[in-house]
């Protein structure tokens, strides 16, 4: 749905395991993170994308062709989305990308796992018994596609996440910082937006 490649996600998964285990020594014993993809939950990744496959033409027939974006959701679009060379040459891109994201909201597993009384769910926008946060305080690109840089204000750094759109329109410089403990290729360079 968002064009990043499986091998960048599985990576991604590693290094994000990585970062709990490094966290967990500065954390309350009673609050654990933890990492469960939604995928996870189905007996075979095969399983998952065949309900989700199935979804997807549901969802394409109730809506008699691809859903109608309102500007809010093609912005959510434009935001999620890594954009492969060419993609957007097919004016309906947004469109086919919405729709696997409505089939994959109505996956059977997905909210029996997330919306249960033992856990807090935390999302981007306001939804019903959620707790709504951004990536950051100044950002609400998804981490997962994006990356995460510091901007400057007087003496002071922000937390920002951006998405590929939003790095390829700022300059950076890189800075080196050495974490006791956090290994891995993007724990030793930041980047601070000029």
Do not use: C
């Amino acid at each position: 749905m968002d064009n990043v490649p499986k091998e960048d996600t599985e990576r991604y998964i590693q290094s994000f395991r990585k970062l709990l285990d490094f966290i967990k020594f500065y954390i309350p014993e009673n609050l654990k993170f933890t990492l469960n993809r939604v995928g996870d939950q189905y007996a075979s990744y095969d399983a998952f994308k065949e309900e989700l496959f199935g979804n997807i033409e549901k969802v394409k027939e109730e809506l008699n062709g691809l859903p109608k974006l309102t500007p809010e959701q093609i912005r959510l679009v434009d935001l999620n989305v890594k954009l492969k060379p060419g993609y957007d040459n097919d004016s309906e891109w947004r469109e086919k990308v919405f729709l696997v994201h409505e089939g994959y909201s109505i996956v059977s597993k997905r909210r029996p796992y997330y919306r249960t009384p033992d856990k807090i769910f935390i999302i981007t926008k306001p939804l019903p018994n959620s707790v709504a946060v951004g990536t950051t305080k100044r950002s609400i690109a998804k981490f997962w596609v994006g990356a995460g840089v510091l901007e400057k204000d007087n003496e002071n750094y922000h937390m920002l996440v951006l998405s590929p759109n939003q790095l390829d329109q700022n300059k950076f410089q890189k800075e080196s910082v050495d974490i006791k403990g956090l290994n891995g290729k993007n724990f030793h360079l930041i980047k601070i937006k000029i």
